[in-house]
């Protein structure tokens, strides 16, 4: 076996160019296939451990997938605001346990801004159970603080008492900045794999002021959060409102009656199963993509058959001449067969290389644009099945061109052809 796996070795360094172009291509699709499938189940845990314990999302009229994008994953803008006097009709709700109230509009430098109130770092839960925790300092104790995320810190390089002023709409640029009412940053949040950690939040009476009273004097400024958020005059539209409901079995019930308020067009949706309708929705281009690199993977293979196919002409009297040597047809067979092991194992390994560095940069690129980690994990049962399946594949189509080597006749390979 030693002397087989020599010869098969010495013989893919002798052709290392060919060799090593059949298993960059060969490695190339491997990993295509595994980018694949980890993006994909990568892109369903990160997204759908953003929220939880939420059991419904209200907002203005549109679609549930369009809803949850723009007031969770910060995807696109919302068609029309909801009103305060809805939110505190369903804040008292007999089936709510709890609300937490998400205006957007404004930004600082690309990343959004959310005026909220005490209730987000009380109640939202991502990872199952897992809540808004504070690196340094604490949330906001009047119109004037603003808290932000990790990467908002990382980023721009902020700490607790750095002055911030925020700009009007949701652009990197904005020309319309709200200079009369800068900000201090009064807390910094844990980073949570959400894109929580590329937002900032302020109070719901200061994105008021913001908007309809920037010439307030400092006192009123510095005015009570809580007691602001009971007066109607002092809140904004909102973008839309989280409900944690008393027993998810009202949950279904509640998503109707908000869906049929006569107080204006509202859309709820339950973000589970709004989830399960996006991943239906993508599901054949993921088939798509499954099935374009399945089909990339037979070409790669191929490929490295048709490179030792061709290579028995060339290689002829190096088989006659190990058959002349006492070498039987099934050694022949065996070098054919673990060239093919060596350059497929190659490929297995340099797919996996590939792979990771591909996550790594995929994963830096969508944290970048939507703030969700997606979890680089060792491989799966299934995926080691895949490797191992693809890998037989190779020996298995390796077989031809060993076959072949097999028939070839002693005289064949010494006789010279004129």
Same mark, same amino acid.
């Given at each position: 076996?030693?002397?087989?796996?020599?010869?098969?070795?010495?013989?893919?360094?002798?052709?290392? $160019?060919?060799?090593?172009?059949?298993?960059? &291509?060969?490695?190339?699709?491997?990993?295509?296939?595994?980018?694949?499938?980890?993006?994909?189940?990568? &892109?369903?845990?990160?997204? +759908?451990?953003?929220?939880?314990?939420?059991?419904?999302? &209200?907002?203005?009229?549109?679609? @549930?997938?369009?809803?949850?994008?723009?007031?969770?994953?910060?995807?696109? #803008? @919302? !068609?029309? #605001?909801?009103?305060?006097?809805?939110?505190?009709?369903?804040?008292?709700?007999?089936?709510?346990?709890?609300?937490?109230?998400? =205006?957007?509009?404004?930004?600082?430098?690309?990343?959004?801004?959310?005026? +909220?109130?005490? *209730?987000?770092?009380?109640?939202?839960?991502?990872?199952?159970?897992?809540?808004?925790?504070?690196?340094?300092?604490?949330?906001?104790?009047? %119109?004037? %603080?603003?808290?932000?995320?990790?990467?908002?810190?990382?980023?721009?390089?902020?700490?607790?008492? !750095?002055?911030?002023?925020?700009?009007?709409?949701?652009?990197?640029?904005?020309?319309?900045?709200?200079?009369?009412? @800068?900000?201090? $940053?009064?807390?910094?949040?844990?980073?949570?794999?959400?894109?929580? *950690?590329?937002?900032?939040?302020?109070?719901?009476?200061?994105?008021?002021?913001?908007?309809?009273?920037?010439?307030?004097? *400092?006192?009123?400024?510095?005015?009570?959060?809580?007691?602001?958020?009971?007066?109607?005059?002092?809140?904004?539209?909102?973008? &839309?409102?989280?409900?944690?409901?008393?027993?998810?079995?009202?949950?279904?019930?509640?998503?109707?009656?908000?869906?049929?308020?006569?107080?204006?067009? /509202?859309?709820?949706?339950? @973000?589970?199963?709004?989830?399960?309708?996006?991943?239906?929705?993508?599901?054949?281009?993921?088939?798509?993509?499954?099935?374009?690199? $399945?089909?990339?993977?037979?070409?790669?293979?191929?490929?490295?058959?048709?490179?030792?196919?061709?290579?028995?002409?060339?290689?002829?009297?190096?088989?006659?001449?190990?058959?002349?040597?006492?070498?039987?047809?099934?050694?022949?067979?065996?070098?054919?067969?673990?060239?093919?092991?060596?350059?497929?194992?190659?490929?297995?390994?340099?797919?996996?290389?590939?792979?990771?560095?591909?996550?790594?940069?995929?994963?830096?690129?969508?944290?970048?644009?939507?703030?969700?980690?997606?979890? $680089?994990?060792? /491989?799966?049962?299934?995926?080691?099945?895949?490797?191992?399946?693809?890998?037989?594949?190779?020996?298995?189509? =390796?077989?031809?061109?060993?076959?072949?080597?097999?028939?070839?006749?002693?005289?064949?390979? /010494? +006789?010279?052809?004129?």
């Amino acid at each position: 076996m030693r002397t087989i796996l020599h010869l098969a070795l010495r013989s893919i360094l002798n052709r290392r $160019v060919t060799s090593l172009l059949t298993v960059t &291509a060969i490695a190339l699709s491997m990993s295509l296939l595994l980018l694949v499938e980890r993006l994909r189940t990568g &892109a369903r845990e990160g997204f +759908t451990g953003v929220i939880s314990q939420t059991d419904v999302i &209200a907002g203005a009229r549109s679609g @549930p997938v369009q809803l949850l994008l723009y007031s969770v994953f910060q995807i696109g #803008n @919302p !068609s029309n #605001n909801v009103s305060s006097e809805t939110w505190e009709h369903f804040r008292s709700h007999p089936a709510v346990a709890w609300t937490i109230p998400v =205006a957007m509009g404004d930004s600082h430098k690309g990343f959004r801004v959310i005026a +909220t109130n005490n *209730d987000m770092f009380d109640h939202y839960q991502y990872q199952r159970d897992r809540g808004l925790l504070f690196r340094a300092g604490n949330r906001p104790a009047s %119109d004037r %603080d603003v808290v932000i995320g990790s990467r908002v810190a990382a980023e721009l390089g902020y700490g607790i008492g !750095s002055k911030i002023v925020l700009a009007h709409g949701l652009a990197a640029e904005s020309f319309v900045k709200h200079e009369d009412h @800068p900000f201090t $940053v009064s807390g910094i949040l844990d980073a949570t794999g959400t894109p929580f *950690d590329r937002s900032l939040f302020i109070t719901l009476t200061a994105m008021t002021q913001l908007h309809e009273h920037p010439h307030e004097d *400092d006192e009123h400024a510095h005015e009570d959060d809580e007691h602001a958020h009971e007066d109607h005059d002092h809140l904004p539209g909102l973008t &839309a409102f989280f409900i944690g409901t008393k027993a998810r079995t009202e949950a279904l019930g509640l998503q109707r009656e908000i869906q049929t308020y006569a107080g204006e067009p /509202l859309t709820a949706a339950l @973000p589970g199963l709004t989830l399960a309708q996006l991943w239906e929705t993508l599901a054949y281009a993921e088939g798509a993509l499954r099935a374009v690199s $399945v089909l990339v993977i037979v070409v790669g293979l191929l490929s490295m058959i048709v490179a030792l196919y061709n290579s028995l002409n060339e290689r002829r009297r190096e088989m006659a001449i190990l058959r002349a040597l006492g070498a039987h047809p099934w050694m022949i067979t065996a070098i054919l067969l673990a060239e093919a092991g060596l350059l497929t194992g190659a490929s297995v390994v340099a797919s996996l290389v590939l792979t990771y560095a591909a996550m790594a940069a995929a994963t830096g690129m969508i944290v970048a644009n939507f703030g969700v980690v997606l979890p $680089v994990t060792a /491989l799966t049962a299934d995926e080691w099945v895949r490797l191992g399946a693809m890998f037989l594949t190779g020996l298995a189509m =390796a077989c031809l061109p060993a076959w072949r080597a097999y028939t070839n006749a002693l005289v064949d390979g /010494l +006789t010279i052809r004129l």
